[in-house]
T-cell receptor, first 115, second 108 residues
Framework: DTGVSQDPRHKITKRGQNVTFRCDPI?????LYWYRQTLGQGPEFLTY????????KSRLLSDRFSAERPKGSFSTLEIQRTEQGDSAMYLC?????????????FGQGTRLTVV | GQNIDQPTEMTATEGAIVQINCTYQ??????LFWYQQHAGEAPTFLSY????GLEEKGRFSSFLSRSKGYSYLLLKELQMKDSASYLC?????????FGKGTRLSVIA
């Protein structure tokens, strides 16, 4: 297994367009997380999945954001009607569970630029 | 990030030792993690502490005091490649909550 992979690595979109990002976690990991990171800040939690169930969503995740993990494997994060403030690095991470005292492994991220 | 505080920037000399401090909110605490992040790259796991004391992994060590809500990351024999951001993250009964990171510059 080559670790967590994200696609695309970079995305430039016009304001108002919809974008979708994909994350493939480490295969035996049942927890998957989405974080957002802006320049000079640490990763901010957006949402996470335990298998296919979305168990927690941050207040940062407005109704323009939706995430899915339909079969408990890969996940997608969609942003509708993008705004310039959505420009950030979107990081996906996975961990084996079931306890919380285990490190999360991050993908390389998708850098979104909204123009 | 939920009252996780760490210095914004630090500078240290190649070959020296540097200590990066982190304080965090103690309620619901379940573990303290340190990640390294080079510019434009993903965070990579360095260490975690669940119990009080020092955990050593080569040139890197991490310390935890649960009663004080305090941790530090100690980097010894600094190398230029250690220039990066170091993220303190608090584990609880929720996904990791990260601090803003400490940008470390190692100079010759």
């Amino acid at each position: 297994d080559t670790g967590v992979s994200q696609d695309p690595r970079h995305k430039i979109t016009k304001r108002g367009q919809n974008v979708t990002f994909r994350c493939d976690p480490i295969s035996e990991h049942n927890r998957l997380y989405w974080y957002r990171q802006t320049l000079g800040q640490g990763p901010e939690f957006l949402t996470y999945f335990q298998n296919e169930a979305q168990l927690e969503k941050s207040r940062l995740l407005s109704d323009r954001f939706s995430a899915e993990r339909p079969k408990g494997s890969f996940s997608t994060l969609e942003i509708q009607r993008t705004e310039q403030g959505d420009s950030a690095m979107y990081l996906c991470a996975s961990s084996p569970g079931p306890t919380w005292v285990t490190e999360a492994f991050f993908g390389q991220g998708t850098r979104l630029t909204v123009v | 990030g939920q009252n996780i505080d760490q210095p914004t920037e630090m500078t240290a000399t190649e070959g020296a030792i540097v200590q990066i401090n982190c304080t965090y909110q103690t309620s619901g605490f379940n573990g303290l993690f340190w990640y390294q992040q080079h510019a434009g790259e993903a965070p990579t796991f360095l260490s975690y502490n669940v119990l009080d004391g020092l955990e050593e992994k080569g040139r890197f060590s991490s310390f935890l005091s649960r009663s004080k809500g305090y941790s530090y990351l100690l980097l010894k024999e600094l190398q230029m490649k250690d220039s990066a951001s170091y993220l303190c993250a608090r584990g609880g009964n929720t996904p990791l909550v990260f601090g803003k990171g400490t940008r470390l510059s190692v100079i010759a």
